[in-house]
Each structure stands twice: as structure tokens, then as C-alpha cells.
């Protein structure tokens, strides 16, 4: 593979309509805000990748957030390193910047969610999800994008902590030596309900692995709302020194339900603001995985709902703190400290170990189908 996008021919594939073709899209508008927002493929199965990137571009995202599946550049089909040059032309074609993400469900195993995991006791199986995010950083490389994204799993059954985080460790070792070799950042995301399910749980990591620098954090939004103990615009300035990709949503407190913009809790301007002022310089993703029937409609709603909230962000007076001042549209829970954002920050980074309390739920609407794990 090629460092960046190559000019080879595609993989054969003739483009419908305007699929091949890249097409204008509107210009990002930095006086709004110096955000670049973007939309994950997970929320867009039902397009062919092609005409999901070309949707992006036409309603004017500054990039995309590529999850790796069977259904948009499938990593373990083959010709994969020919299928990504042409993808890496679309991209630039259309002038989308891209993050690569490892989140699909069932690309490894066709009847265990997410699995298997970096947790497993099977060392060849932990193997195989080793095997994926070392091709996810080479599909990086090659598309010339952002970060990869990543999580931990969820501790099997059996398992006790101090083995979990152990294999946690080491299976990371060799993706984190490719990461660095490829100049891509690894960002590793808490997952409500997995290992590594707090910000507090991603600096036990970090420390554990000695602090690499290809090491960093994609922060969700609506996990921060889930279940961390300060409101999302808290978490956003206590990790700024570490974000390498942000994911996007609405939430309520206590639920891991992705919920399209309005539908939740967050007061997103203060959120956006402090990305903006924490010089945050990746894409911010919108994340929609069980929304992909209305797909189209939500990217366009969503786009259009964070330049809103661009709009309407401005400057806290000095001394403000969203953690002293919570929200009409997202209180904060009973159990969050009362302390300012920059306290926040020195306390979560001294406190790697500490775990959430905060009790969640997956919403009660999904239980008609078999049980999907924390994770959406």
C-alpha cells in the first residue's frame, strides 16, 4: 500500500449515475465555527459507500467517519489494498477528510457482537481482532486519515480485571508499533459496559502502556452524558491533551441509546465550543448506527443542527464553569462533583483507576430482539 492516496486504477467496479464523479459540495464555513463535522458509515448501510460519500459531500460534511464492514470496504475481502486506493480517490475527489473505524458487529464473527475482542481467552482469537485493527491502520495510512478508532471489549465472562487489562495491553503492543510506524494515531474509545468504559479507564491504559504518544482518546459525546461524572463540555476540556477523533449524539443520563439530535439531554453549544476552544483539529463524527433506514435524512437534520449550535455558542463569562452551572436541557446527576473545569481536568488525569458508579441501561425498545450487549 501506498502512504497516501495513489492514482491506480479502481477495482473494477463501473460508477451509476454520478457515482463516479466527484461532485461540488458546499465549502466549509470556518466563520461559523473552526469544527470539521463529518457522519459515520455505520449510520449509512443501506447506501453503497460510493453514494454515501457523495451524499456527505453534497450536503457540505468536511469528512467521514469510515467504519470497516462487508458493506463499505470490507477489510478481510480481497484486493483490499486496491479497493482502498480508490476509495482514498473518492475521498480526495470530494474533498472528505476520513477517520477509520473498527466498530462494525459482526465482520469478524457472524454470531457474536463485536467479537471476538482484544479481551478474549482464546490468544488466536484475540489474534484475529489484532489482525483487523492492524489492517485498519494500513487502510489509514493509505487514505491518509486521522486516526483509527478502537475499543476494548467486554470483560468475559470468568474473566477477572487484572487479566482483562493484561491482555488488553498486550494485544494493543503490536498495533500501537504499526500505529507509530504509519504516523496514525490510535484512539481508543470508552465504551459504556466495556473494560475500558470511562476516561478514568483510558488513563489506567495509557499509563499501563507508559504513556505512547500514538496513544490517544476518541471521546463520545453521548458516553460522557451516559455515564462520566462531569457534563460533556467538562469532559471535552479535562481531555483535550488526548483527543484524536470525536464521535457525536444525543443521549440521556443513565441510557446508552445514540439518539438523533433534540432527542436527548445535551445542551450541545457549550460542547461545541469547548472542542472549538481546546483547538481540537480532527473530525467530529456523527454517530447513528441504529438509524441508517432514514440514514440520508438524519445526516442532512444533523448537519443542520451542530452549525445551529455553532451559531449559538458564545463565550462563558470568566471563572464559568458548566460543572457549577448545569443545564435546563441536561441536568447533571446527583453524583457528579461540584468542581470547576480545570480542577476536572488534573482530577481525572490523577485518578486513572478510579471506575464510574453510574448505573446505564440499553433502552427498553430494543428488547424484542435478542440481547445486543451495552454497545450499540
Keep these: 500500500m501506498s502512504a497516501r492516496p495513489g492514482a491506480a486504477p479502481g477495482d473494477g467496479t463501473r460508477a451509476r449515475g454520478n457515482r463516479g464523479r466527484a461532485r461540488p459540495r458546499a465549502p466549509h464555513d470556518s466563520s461559523t465555527t473552526p469544527l470539521r463535522f463529518g457522519y459515520g458509515t455505520n449510520g449509512l448501510t443501506d447506501l453503497r459507500l460510493d453514494d454515501a460519500l457523495g451524499l456527505l459531500a453534497d450536503l457540505g460534511y468536511d469528512g467521514v467517519g469510515l467504519t470497516l464492514d462487508h458493506m463499505h470496504l470490507d477489510p478481510l475481502a480481497r484486493g483490499l489494498s486496491a479497493r482502498t486506493r480508490r476509495v482514498a480517490r473518492r475521498l480526495n475527489a470530494l474533498g472528505l477528510g476520513v477517520t477509520v473505524e473498527t466498530g462494525a458487529r459482526y465482520v469478524l464473527d457472524a454470531r457474536r457482537k463485536h467479537g471476538p475482542s482484544l479481551l478474549d481467552p482464546d490468544p488466536d482469537d484475540r489474534s484475529r481482532r489484532v489482525d483487523l485493527l492492524l489492517r485498519a491502520v494500513r487502510v489509514a495510512a493509505d ?28 494485544a494493543l503492543a503490536p498495533v500501537l508499533d504499526a500505529a507509530t510506524t504509519a504516523g496514525v494515531p490510535l484512539a481508543i474509545e470508552p465504551e459504556p459496559g466495556h473494560l475500558l468504559a470511562t476516561v478514568a479507564d483510558f488513563h489506567r491504559l495509557r499509563h499501563a502502556l507508559d504513556d505512547p504518544e500514538t496513544l490517544g482518546l476518541t471521546l463520545d459525546i453521548g458516553h460522557c452524558q451516559c455515564l462520566e461524572p462531569l457534563p460533556p463540555a467538562d469532559c471535552v ?30 445542551d450541545f453549544p457549550p460542547v461545541l465550543a469547548a472542542l472549538a476552544d481546546a483547538g481540537y483539529q480532527g473530525l467530529t463524527v456523527v454517530e447513528l448506527p441504529r438509524h ?33 452551572e448545569p443545564t435546563a436541557t441536561a441536568p447533571r446527576p446527583t453524583e457528579a462533583p ?17 471506575p464510574s458508579t453510574t448505573a446505564f441501561t440499553t433502552p427498553a425498545r430494543h428488547s424484542a430482539t435478542p440481547a445486543e450487549g451495552s454497545t450499540p
Design 237 to 266: 476540556r479535562a481531555t483535550a491533551p488526548w483527543l484524536r477523533h470525536v464521535q457525536i449524539e444525543d443521549m440521556r443520563r443513565g441510557i446508552h441509546e445514540h439518539l438523533p439530535f433534540g432527542d436527548g439531554e445535551i
Design 338 to 354: 461540584q468542581t470547576t473545569a480545570q480542577h476536572a481536568a488534573t482530577s481525572i488525569a490523577a485518578t486513572p483507576t478510579t
Design 292 to 324: 441508517s433506514h432514514a440514514g440520508p435524512h438524519h445526516a442532512e437534520h444533523s448537519l443542520r443542527f451542530l452549525h445551529d449550535a455553532a451559531r449559538t455558542t458564545t463565550a462563558p463569562p470568566a471563572g464559568y464553569s458548566d460543572a457549577t
Design 143 to 170: 487514505l491518509g486519515a486521522h486516526a483509527v478508532h478502537c475499543f476494548s471489549g467486554v470483560t468475559p465472562a470468568g474473566t477477572d480485571p487484572d487479566t482483562a487489562w493484561h491482555r488488553l495491553t498486550e
